[in-house]
Nanobody
Framework: EVQLVESGGGLVQAGGSLRLSCAAS????????ITWFRQAPGKEREGVSC????????YYADSVEGRFTISTDNAESTVYLQMNSLKTEDTAVYYC????????????????????WGRGTQVTVSS
């Protein structure tokens, strides 16, 4: 069973940076993917960035491209989301989610395709 635990959220001023961590365990294959989602009050859950272990690729939403960077540690047991140049509209609860395996028909940004979820961490960006 895949288990995911997020950490690193907090309060930061606009223009600042935060790094989120997602400690992941329990994968049964190497063909998994881990996506960072976020959900702001009254809005739908949005895919932010993905580490696709199966394809060896990373993906970003247009809204964070160039500002956020997803990475892993050497053991690939933790996935990081480095968030720079934060904006007030980045305020949300951030979740990491995983699919194991991540099938070719899956979309990295579709919450329905990521079956395992962490509990989330709050990120608040003040003006």
């Amino acid at each position: 069973e895949v288990q995911l635990v997020e950490s690193g959220g907090g309060l930061v001023q606009a223009g600042g940076s935060l790094r989120l961590s997602c400690a992941a365990s329990g994968f049964e294959s190497d063909a998994y993917a881990i996506t960072w989602f976020r959900q702001a009050p009254g809005k739908e859950r949005e895919g932010v960035s993905c580490f696709d272990r199966r394809a060896g690729r990373t993906y970003y939403a247009d809204s964070v491209e160039g500002r956020f960077t997803i990475s892993t540690d050497n053991a690939e047991s933790t996935v990081y989301l480095q968030m720079n140049s934060l904006k007030t509209e980045d305020t949300a609860v951030y979740y990491c989610a995983a699919a194991d395996p991540f099938y070719y028909t899956y979309e990295w940004y579709d919450p329905k395709d990521l079956r395992s979820w962490g509990r989330g961490t709050q990120v608040t960006v003040s003006s």
